[in-house]
């Protein structure tokens, strides 16, 4: 029984001493000094603030302007032109007299009563839209800027305590090792309870590895998403 336990033993070690090593497709090196930091920072909002839903209100915003414009354009629809065809326009001909008498073309301004309301108010609504839609942008902006921050600040505390996670994984693992040379040479002082022991505090690290490096994939995701390029890209060109 004892040896097929630690046959067992030997065959989960060897699988898990894999899952042991770092991923370093997320522990990055990431600056230490604080220039540096603070540049790293500011690059990560700069790209935040390309998210398409500032992008979205800039168009809104576009879009007011262009019913302002509208609305500023029913003040033409007042001004009427029409023509007067009679038999000097027919004929082309007359003296300046008649050309006065009879003028080719009439010009005259028809107001609605109700535009003289209706109008400005358009105007005016065109206008605070806009103004609506440049305060929702601040506001926006204002709030990727925190939540980018906000991510990088927990992807980089993720990622410290991953990397301090890791020493106290490989002394757990070193100690089962040692208890398991001593178990397979067939020391008496070694039972096969302290062997049990030592891998159960080795798995228990094993867990609390696995859980870190998955907070740490996960805030490194939510941080991407935000800035819409990879964290590795941004290292690259800082």
């Given at each position: ?34 220039p540096t930091v603070a540049r ?199």
């Amino acid at each position: 029984m004892k040896r097929v336990l630690f046959f067992l033993l030997v065959a989960l070690t060897g699988t898990v001493a894999k899952a042991q090593r770092a991923d370093t497709s997320i522990v990055l090196r990431l600056p230490a000094d604080q220039p540096t930091v603070a540049r790293l920072k500011a690059r990560l909002v700069e790209l935040a603030m390309e998210n398409p839903q500032i992008k979205a209100l800039d168009i809104k915003k576009q879009i007011t302007k262009y019913d302002e414009n509208r609305a500023k354009a029913g003040w033409l629809d007042m001004i009427v032109a029409s023509g007067n065809l009679n038999e000097f326009t027919i004929k082309g001909s007359g003296t300046t007299s008649n050309n006065t008498l009879y003028p080719r073309y009439n010009f005259g301004i028809n107001v609605p009563l109700g535009h003289l309301i209706s109008i400005p108010n358009e105007v005016k609504t065109a206008k605070a839209n806009g103004k609506v839609f440049e305060q929702q942008k601040e506001g926006e902006k204002l709030a990727l800027k925190s939540a980018v921050l906000r991510a990088y600040e927990d992807y980089a505390a993720n990622k410290q305590l991953y990397e301090l996670q890791l020493p106290l994984l490989e002394d757990s693992y070193n100690h089962y090792k040692q208890v398991e040379q001593r178990f397979s040479k067939g020391d008496q002082n070694t039972a096969v309870e302290g062997l049990n022991d030592a891998y159960r505090i080795y798995n228990a690290e094993m867990v609390r590895k696995v859980n870190l490096e998955r907070e740490v994939k996960q805030s490194k995701l939510v941080l991407e998403a935000i800035i819409g390029t990879s964290l590795e890209e941004v290292l690259l060109h800082l």
